[in-house]
């Protein structure tokens, strides 16, 4: 399988489907933050992350949560039900088929 480190040290890493440009070359991974995985849907994946939440914005029909994944903020949609709040840690995962990467450079 092919993997994307996306955090500086490499320690994170990302299965992905196909070959993602030249092996070294930095590319940008972008992900809809309705698309992100978390809880027990993350963790059935197989391969999942722990974040702590740093804040949570309310938006009526919905939550934006706000997190670090290693060095990199991230930002996921969760449901206005959920019960998560800033501190709160969970697991997330990134479907391989709903990720989008760009090159760095651009």
């Known amino acids: 399988p092919h993997t994307v480190a996306i955090a500086a040290d490499e320690s994170i890493r990302i299965a992905v489907e196909q070959p993602v440009g030249v092996p070294g070359e ?8 309705e698309d992100i995985l978390t809880g027990a849907e993350a963790v059935a ?3 999942s992350f722990p974040v702590t939440i ?3 914005e309310e938006l009526g029909g919905g939550r934006l949560a706000y997190a670090r994944l290693g060095s ?3 930002s996921l949609a969760m449901s206005a039900e959920t019960t ?4 709160a840690t969970l697991p997330l995962a990134f479907p391989a088929d709903r990720l989008h ?3 760095a450079e651009s």
Not at 26 to 33: D, F, H, K, N, S
Not at 84 to 87: D, I, K, N
Request: glycine share 12%; hydrophobic share 40%.
């Open 26 to 33: 930095r590319v940008t991974l972008g992900i809809r933050p």
């Open 45 to 47: 994946m197989g391969r």
């Open 54 to 56: 740093d804040l949570v």
């Open 72 to 74: 990199e903020e991230i």
């Open 84 to 87: 998560e709040s800033a501190g």
């Open 101 to 103: 990467f760009f090159s």
